[in-house]
């Protein structure tokens, strides 16, 4: 079946580092969401990216699409403890379809 | 005060007992989720309804029964066919194709 790979499972960093992770999808997708989930809370959508190639910045938080619309990744800039979390990727592969979510990348800041 | 609403936020129920989660939206979205989280693992799709008195299976839906017979309600109802309910359940909503809204979510344990 469809499926989203998500890469790494797990990121220690220590404040101030850079991080980055990444989300692959063996067919094209329609579009893909980024999620982010606070330990012991609920996923909270951060953006949705649909051109091909497309890039966004939210502060210190860069998402980018493939060009091929088959991988995306999230960049985070200068990692703050409040960054601590797991981030999900999500990608549907038909306008209005349903979304298929990735393992999550699970980031924890030293500070 | 717009949301959603899932009840109760920890259930414990016995083997062999059906139980019924709760969801509720005031957003007046039209479509309706629920997902499935266990530890370690993204979120995975069990039912979604797009319409009021409509529904679809999704991933995992062996083991669970939904229903939507108004639009800011779709109860998830876990029975004791599903051999694995212990687990976080989460409900969202979404209008369209954009992000989707999460509830607090419901920490079942089945012993």
């Known amino acids: 079946g469809q499926q989203v790979m998500q890469i790494p499972q797990y990121q220690h960093v220590q404040e101030g580092e850079d991080f980055t992770t990444y989300c692959n999808s063996s067919?094209?997708?329609?579009?893909i969401q980024w999620y982010k989930q606070r330990p012991g809370g609920h996923p909270v959508f951060l953006i949705q990216?649909?051109?091909?190639?497309e890039v966004k910045k939210q502060k210190r938080l860069t998402f980018q699409f493939g060009e091929a619309k088959k991988n995306s990744s999230l960049h985070i800039t200068a990692t703050q403890t409040t960054d601590v979390g797991t981030y999900f990727c999500?990608?549907?592969?038909?306008?209005?379809?349903?979304?298929?979510f990735g393992q999550g990348t699970e980031l924890s800041v030293k500070p | 005060d717009g949301g959603i609403t899932q009840s109760p936020k920890y259930l414990f129920r016995k083997e062999g007992q059906n139980v019924t989660l709760s969801c509720e939206q005031n957003?007046?979205?039209?479509?309706m989720y629920w997902y499935r989280q266990d530890p370690g693992q993204g979120l995975r799709l069990i039912y979604y309804?797009?319409?009021?008195?409509?529904?679809q299976k999704g991933d995992i839906a062996e083991g669970y029964s939904v229903s939507r017979e108004k639009k800011e309600s779709f109860p998830l109802t876990v029975t004791s066919a599903q051999k694995n309910p212990t687990a976080f359940y989460l409900c969202?909503?979404?209008?369209?194709?954009?992000?989707?809204?999460f509830g607090p979510g419901t920490r079942l344990t089945v012993t």
């Open positions: 990216l649909v051109k091909s190639g």
């Open positions: 969202a909503s979404s209008q369209s194709s954009y992000e989707q809204y």
């Open positions: 999500a990608g549907s592969y038909n306008q209005g379809g349903k979304l298929i």
């Open positions: 309804s797009q319409i009021v008195n409509d529904f």
């Open positions: 067919t094209t997708l329609s579009n």
């Open positions: 957003l007046n979205h039209d479509a």
